[in-house]
């Protein structure tokens, strides 16, 4: 009697102490990220790293952003709308490719999807299909871009609400850039400017606001000892309440050395990117 009351003494402590299916899902999701951000993999992990985000589906039966969709506090993927995106390459070495989409509106829109466009590498993986979202990564350097999109807090808009929102939401633990596995510490915006101005006296007829930022931070290396600096470079419009990003992800040093490719590569993937009407041009 004493021998089975410890074996169901023990049934219980496990299953106490079991980690839920999306805290399984984020451990595999970090594995995984940490290869790509600490830019040291080679092919053969850069596999099994696609392994372990295919696994995490898998764990919980659901993409692992899709507990932040309630979040109105954290930056979540802009997800796709109305089938498969068009991807062409483009010029004469194909080099570039275009990305032409649609990403699902804002409640209460008038359409159920808002086109977007942008151009990337053509030799950039995409990651995250299963889950709708849209992120590509750099295998070389671990390089990245994001699709993301957040609610505005009340009685503000693109304009007038603060630089420290936009770090706040991106690197919410609750946002879908951490729920990808990136651990990411001391966000801060150091750099923001408006580049359509919606409430200025020239703005064009059916103005879609623009600003354009850069973001600060840190991300802990697989080891969880060391962190490595990381610069985000952030284009957003603004969709009724709803702000739409694009969110690329760069190395620190490559970012800030002046002409490098890394700096001017994010920045092309920026300055193309277009939501709203323009998308379709």
Known sequence: MKTIYLISLFLHASTAFQPSRSQQAVVQTTRCNALLDDGNFDRRSFLSSGAILASSVLVTGAPPNAVA????????YAYRSGGLPSLRPIGLTKLTTRYEGYVE??????????????????DWLQLDKLGGGIQYVDQRNGDKLYVLKASLPADTDLKTVTKSWFADVILSPQGDVARSGVVAEGGRISRSQMTTDCSAEDAPKNCIGRRRMIL????VTGSGVQTVERRGLIDAYQI?????????????????????????????ICQSFKVGPAALS
């Open 69 to 76: 969709e309630d979040s109105e506090a954290a930056a979540i």
């Open 105 to 122: 509106a804002p409640k209460g829109y008038e359409k159920s999807g808002i086109p977007i466009s942008f151009e990337f590498p053509s």
């Open 216 to 219: 600060k931070y840190d991300t």
């Open 240 to 268: 009724q309440n709803d702000v739409y990003m694009m969110v690329t992800s760069s190395n620190a040093i490559k970012f800030e050395q002046k002409g490098s490719r890394e700096r001017e590569t994010v920045e092309n």
